[in-house]
């Protein structure tokens, strides 16, 4: 009998995109951010894709200091292979937001594919309350906002990470976004195997129906053939059914808060690792296996755990 195919679990432990009224849930310190993050390990994820927040005003920062006071604890305590955004927030410039990854040099970074309209300010017609000033102000600045990913800033994060030995989550929200990183694969700035997470969901980007998904698998795999590992990420109600379809399509898939606060239709999760474990029994239904992080690292050829700066 054959095996079952090994499915990598991303966890998007807390992020840019939701603010920390939204959901009580939302990890913002790092004393929370670490827990969260081995709590999704623990549950099954084998990679965690990790933000900071500056703990007294919520605002997401790329502050490296930040970002110290919770990736060592993660990589002690556990096994995961540790992501660290190049996204930040779109209000911020590329230099700031490489810092983290640049300096901390982790086994996996994640990397924007294409500049793009990113509209938040739909939640500001669903929520009433803030925790803070910013967060309204900042919502409906979206309506006029562009999320800069130009080919000069790619190319920049490229290379000044080129000696760190870390390898990209190519985040794709279009399709637009895989042919971006084609041109960088023929100029021989990226080497494969590419991990590429295409989104869907983001008002902006390309939508949820299944033709959607369909349709960037199959750009996909006429762009890159077998020189890459393909995965999911459904924002908000999306983000089970996309990655249940992707599976069967096999794919890989990525939950987290950072991406959906919910756990069903009008629950919110509890935590990171609740959505780590409904995707876990969807992709276990499937007759589909969860890699392990060192499955992961074999899989998307890192450089290992030791191989990082903290």
Excluded at 18 to 33: C, F, G, K, Q, R
Excluded at 38 to 66: F, K, M, N, W, Y
Aim: with cysteine.
């Amino acid at each position: 009998m054959a095996k079952p195919r090994k499915v990598i679990v991303t966890c998007a432990v807390t992020g840019a995109i939701h603010t920390p009224t939204m959901s009580p849930h939302l990890p913002v310190t790092a004393a929370e951010i670490r827990d969260a993050a081995i709590g999704a390990i623990e549950a099954g994820a084998a990679i965690v894709h990790l933000h900071a927040r500056d703990p007294a005003t919520g605002r997401p920062s790329q502050d490296v200091a930040l970002f110290r006071e919770f990736v060592s604890d993660i990589k002690g305590q556990c096994d995961g292979v540790i992501n660290l955004t190049t996204g930040g927030s779109p209000a911020m410039t590329v230099q700031e937001r490489l810092q983290p990854a640049l300096v901390l040099a982790p086994e996996v970074a994640s990397l924007n594919m294409g500049s793009m309209n990113f509209g938040l300010y739909p939640m500001l017609g669903k929520y009433r309350a803030f925790t803070h000033d910013w967060e309204p102000a900042y919502l409906e600045s979206t309506r006029d906002l562009v999320f800069r990913n130009t080919f000069k800033d790619i190319e920049f994060i490229l290379e000044s990470c080129q000696d760190n030995g870390t390898r990209f989550e190519f985040e794709c929200y279009d399709t637009s976004h895989l042919y971006n990183l084609a041109h960088f694969v023929d100029r021989g700035l990226i080497k494969g195997p590419l991990f590429i997470q295409t989104v869907f969901g983001i008002l902006g980007g390309i939508g949820t129906h299944p033709d959607d998904v369909s349709h960037m698998r199959r750009t996909a795999d006429r762009l890159f053939g077998d020189e890459y590992v393909w995965s999911v990420l459904g924002a908000g109600r999306f983000q089970m059914p996309i990655g249940s379809m992707a599976a069967s399509m096999g794919g890989n898939v990525r939950v987290g808060l950072e991406d959906s606060l919910w756990d069903g239709p009008g629950t919110l999760a509890e935590s990171n690792a609740v959505q780590v474990r409904r995707v876990r029994g969807i992709l276990e239904g499937l007759s589909l296996s969860i890699a392990t992080p060192d499955e992961a690292r074999g899989l998307l050829a890192l450089k290992g755990r030791d191989n990082v700066r903290f």
